[in-house]
């Protein structure tokens, strides 16, 4: 059997492996999957992204499967229930924003954009290439995001975190060039 080559930050861990064989990268059009992602991905800001990984199942227990019309509904008993929660990243100004962002989010679909509209309009709905080699932890365009989810409310959205995401949700095929992902993200 032929060994697989991946990019080298899916390493031994079965769970980041599978991460990145089935989901990174991949292009994600579901508005609630897309909010869940940006949320998860706040969460790992200061964090690694393999510590939000073995804690998604609880993170998505937490927090009602990241279903936002709920989530929007949540006060101060669900953030010290949430702070109690030994499974889940016990940032109160994170759980403060994932609430925050599911009331942006509710909103924005109240006021007639979906959120998988409003993701994939910075790219025209397109995935970008990039060359397969070059690592970088900011663009310009996650930067123009990452102002742009900042002022719709959005917290923990850096540039950072916002190319962490288009990495994650398929805007950006940042597999690298030996990698046996690259060719399926380019054409999904």
């Given at each position: 059997?032929?060994?697989?080559?991946?990019?080298?930050?899916?390493?031994?861990?079965?769970?980041?492996?599978?991460?990145?064989?089935?989901?990174?990268?991949?292009?994600?059009?579901?508005?609630?999957?897309?909010?869940?992602?940006?949320?998860?991905?706040?969460?790992?800001a200061?964090?690694?992204?393999?510590?939000?990984?073995?804690?998604?199942e609880?993170?998505?227990?937490?927090?009602?499967?990241?279903?936002?019309?709920?989530?929007?509904?949540?006060?101060?008993?669900?953030?010290?229930?949430?702070m109690?929660?030994?499974?889940?990243?016990?940032?109160?100004?994170?759980?403060?924003?994932?609430?925050?962002?599911?009331?942006?989010?509710?909103?924005?679909?109240?006021?007639?954009?979906?959120?998988?509209?409003?993701?994939?309009?910075?790219?025209?709905?397109?995935?970008?290439?990039?060359?397969?080699g070059?690592?970088?932890?900011?663009?310009?365009?996650?930067?123009?995001?990452s102002?742009?989810?900042k002022?719709?409310?959005?917290?923990?959205?850096?540039?950072?975190?916002?190319?962490?995401?288009?990495?994650?949700?398929?805007?950006?095929?940042?597999?690298?060039?030996?990698?046996?992902?690259r060719?399926?993200?380019?054409s999904?």
């Open positions: 059997m032929t060994e697989r080559h991946r990019c080298d930050w899916a390493g031994d861990d079965p769970l980041m492996r599978d991460y990145h064989d089935g989901e990174w990268g991949v292009p994600l059009r579901d508005s609630r999957a897309l909010w869940e992602c940006l949320m998860l991905e706040s969460f790992q200061g964090l690694s992204w393999r510590v939000v990984l073995h804690k998604r609880a993170l998505r227990a937490a927090f009602a499967d990241f279903d936002p019309v709920v989530v929007s509904g949540y006060g101060e008993e669900e953030v010290l229930r949430l109690a929660d030994p499974g889940i990243i016990r940032s109160r100004a994170k759980i403060e924003a994932t609430l925050g962002g599911a009331r942006i989010y509710c909103d924005m679909q109240a006021n007639g954009l979906q959120f998988s509209d409003f993701c994939w309009s910075f790219t025209q709905g397109k995935t970008l290439p990039s060359d397969g070059t690592r970088v932890a900011s663009t310009p365009l996650s930067e123009q995001i102002k742009e989810l002022r719709r409310g959005f917290k923990f959205v850096g540039p950072t975190i916002a190319y962490a995401w288009m990495q994650a949700i398929g805007m950006v095929n940042d597999h690298a060039a030996h990698c046996f992902r060719d399926a993200c380019a999904a």
